[in-house]
């Protein structure tokens, strides 16, 4: 089974509904990401959190709610989604203990917002 | 700043031709990590090779090696006899230590094609 999961992994919706993406992992890490990729932009960063009581704006966070329900749950949520948030979206893990930072990824979410 | 370039949006090449991605980047930080990250066509984001910044030394790993060299604050990955499975989008990180945890920001990112 992999490590780092996430649903769903294809999503179609509307302008102005509500999103939510969901992340697992059983890796046992405390750290955890939600970045976008854009086609020539990479991956950009959009909340992290570094344990359970701790989350923090990324480099594109408008727009973009998180909720971090256990150590090995992390949610994104599109409270009004609107088109310019069609992108694939990855789920990220690293280790506390880690002294590099080695980020293991999600599969991806595909969302389109017509 | 952090910055990381990938200057090479897309490259072709032929099978067995050797290859070359580049890599360079910007921090003010004297400690700080590099990775090489591959996305094939399927999607998924694979974890290549981390580096630190206090070892130049090069790596290779099969056909795969890694070039670090701080004083261009380059990091350039060179896959030697090229294959049609490695045809992917290939992604260059630093990663440098915040309070808490670390930063890490990714380059554009490098499509590779290699054609059989």
């Known amino acids: 089974d992999a490590d780092v999961t996430q649903t769903p992994r294809n999503r179609i919706t509307k302008t102005g509904k509500r999103i939510m993406l969901e992340c697992s992992q059983t890796?046992?890490?405390?750290?955890m990401y939600w970045y976008r990729q854009d086609p020539g932009l990479g991956l950009r960063l959009i909340y992290y959190s570094f344990d359970v009581k701790d989350i923090n704006k990324g480099e594109i966070s408008d727009g973009y709610s998180v909720s971090r329900q256990a150590q090995a749950k992390f949610s994104l949520s599109l409270e009004s989604a609107i088109p310019n948030q069609t992108a694939l979206y990855f789920c990220?893990?690293?280790?506390?203990?880690?002294?590099?930072?080695?980020?293991?990824f999600g599969p991806g979410t595909r969302l389109t917002v017509l | 700043a952090q910055k990381v370039t990938q200057a090479q949006t897309e490259i072709s090449v032929v099978e067995k031709e050797d290859v070359t991605l580049d890599c360079v980047y910007e921090?003010?930080?004297?400690?700080?990590?590099l990775f090489w990250y591959k996305q094939p066509p399927s999607g998924e984001l694979v974890f290549l090779i981390r580096r630190n910044s206090f070892d130049e030394q090069n790596e290779i790993s099969g056909r795969y090696s890694w070039n670090f060299q701080k004083s261009t604050s380059s990091f350039n990955f060179t896959i030697t006899a090229s294959q049609v499975v490695d045809s992917a989008v290939y992604f260059c990180a630093l990663s440098e230590a915040m309070a808490g945890g670390f930063k890490t920001i990714f380059g554009a990112g490098t499509r590779l094609f290699v054609k059989a």
């Open positions: 990220a893990t690293s280790d506390y203990g880690s002294t590099t930072d080695t980020q293991y």
């Open positions: 921090t003010r930080d004297t400690t700080y990590y």
């Open positions: 890796k046992g890490h405390d750290r």
